[in-house]
């Protein structure tokens, strides 16, 4: 499998908590960069398993734009072609342009369906917003929706989570992407005084969502992502699970041949026509670990056998029987308990490599 990722480095509006790379809506500087993309992508001749448009806010450039640049790219018949929509700023007919054009999922930046909390997190859209955006999409055709929430947001309960959770259920999508708010330095709410819930409420309000998706038909496929069957992001699975995956525009990150590039976070550096620069090499066992352990079904454990110490198994036997996870044979996994430390965890069994 080969994923394609496109950044769209657009936003109408820098939101409090984003590191994202993403600058200021200027209708030259998108016009330049959706023709330069077109040219290079003309020039890539994999045919690609997924294609992924990530942002910034990649609906901001409009569906005549998106459409033209997926257009040029090669993919599968059967290929899943990802865009995140901001649910507010498109225009009207959006939908039924980009399904006509090849789309076939969206995913949608909600985070929250409390529009106190939506303030708080300074987005620019309400619930009701959202809720227009899933039945437009819906009436274009589009059947793979996937929300993004978040928890850990100021003044957020557990009471205004359920909310925001049976708001899901009841627009009957098909994925969620469900973040805990972290505040990164570099952006605005790094300065400011928030009332966050602590690390217990956060920790509470994380095992009473799985529980509740869980419940409610969807698998806890991801430390993070959650799908009914069937509908988990074959994009995402390529970054988990060691696939390749080319990544173009500034702060993309690419995966070929077991090695890993990136663009900086530079629009310029990317419209200069510059290549993708050598990062590290990657694949290896500690990467396998890393992120296999990521997804509910973990790791195999006889992959990582000849390039493990035995004191590897003997933590993960301790981990499994505290609780956080399971050891049987050939597997090692992590259950949403474990999920929680999975720094922890993987910190002391990475000690382990040999
Ligand atoms: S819309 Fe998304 S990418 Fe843009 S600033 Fe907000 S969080 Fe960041």
């Known amino acids: 499998m080969t994923g394609l990722y496109i950044h769209i480095p657009f936003c109408a509006k820098k939101c409090g908590y984003c590191d994202f790379y993403s600058i200021n809506y200027n209708s030259d500087t998108v016009k330049n960069y959706v023709e330069f993309l077109i040219e290079k992508i003309k020039n890539i001749n994999t045919v690609f398993d997924t294609v992924y448009f990530g942002g910034g806010t990649p609906s901001i450039i409009g569906a005549e734009n998106l459409s033209r640049i997926l257009s040029c790219v090669k993919y599968k018949d059967n290929a899943e072609i990802t865009v995140e929509v901001n649910p507010k700023g498109y225009k009207k007919g959006f939908f039924d342009e980009i399904y006509n054009a090849g789309f076939n999922r969206i995913s949608i930046g909600m985070q929250s369906a409390d529009d106190d909390e939506l303030k708080l997190l300074t987005r620019i859209h309400s619930a009701q917003d959202v809720k227009n955006t899933v039945s437009d999409a819906k009436v274009a055709g589009f059947e793979n929706l996937s929300l993004d929430l978040m928890i850990g947001i100021e003044n957020q309960t557990l009471e205004s989570l359920q909310k925001s959770l049976d708001f899901c259920l009841n627009l009957d999508i098909k ?154 044979n050939g597997s090692f996994s992590l259950n949403e308990k474990g999920f929680l430390i999975q720094n922890t965890i993987l910190t002391d069994l990475l000690e382990e490599i040999i």
């Open 175 to 328: 994925h969620l992407s469900c973040y805990m708010l972290k505040i990164e330095e570099n952006t605005p709410f790094y300065e400011q005084k928030l009332n966050l819930p602590d690390e217990d409420k956060t920790a509470e309000m994380y095992l009473y969502m799985c529980d509740y998706l869980n419940q409610n038909g969807f698998e806890h496929y991801e430390i993070s992502n959650f799908a009914k069957n069937g509908y988990e992001s074959k994009h995402n699975l390529i970054y988990w699970q060691l696939g390749d995956y080319l990544g173009l525009g500034p702060s993309a990150h690419s995966f070929l041949n077991g090695k890993r590039y990136y663009y900086p976070n530079d629009i310029n550096y990317f419209l200069g026509g510059n290549k993708y620069i050598y990062l590290s090499d990657g694949g290896d066992v500690y990467d396998y670990i890393m992120l296999g352990l990521r997804l509910k079904q973990g790791i195999n454990t006889a992959k990582i056998k000849e390039n493990v110490s035995k004191m590897f198994f003997e933590k993960a036997k301790k981990y499994a029987d505290l609780g956080y996870g399971n050891l049987d």
